[in-house]
């Protein structure tokens, strides 16, 4: 399991490879606002939904090993890197 899990932000820019992934938004590139907009749409404009992706929702969780919290539940967007492979490194172009 990759542990390389980075979570997106609003305005963080994501490009889908399979054409059958786009039942939300027609196009390929979007960002995860624009896909948070297009779920609400497609769900009837649902303003809960849009509340749960922004602002999160009050809740009170239980997690293993700890004692019920009170605080929000927000949905979010995860990108997860191939492990396989590697990214860039910042000094690639001094190496040249």
Do not use: C, Y
């Amino acid at each position: 399991m990759n542990k390389n899990v980075e979570l997106l932000n609003q305005e963080d820019v994501i490009k889908v490879k399979n054409e059958k992934t786009k039942w939300v938004i027609t196009h390929s590139t979007f960002t995860v606002n624009d896909l948070t907009s297009g779920l609400t749409q497609k769900f009837g404009g649902n303003e809960e939904l849009m509340k749960w992706s922004k602002e999160g929702v009050e809740a009170n969780v239980l997690v293993e090993g700890k004692s019920w919290r009170q605080g929000k539940v927000r949905l979010s967007m995860e990108f997860i890197p191939d492990e396989n492979i590697e990214p860039p490194s910042l000094l690639d172009d001094f190496r040249k």
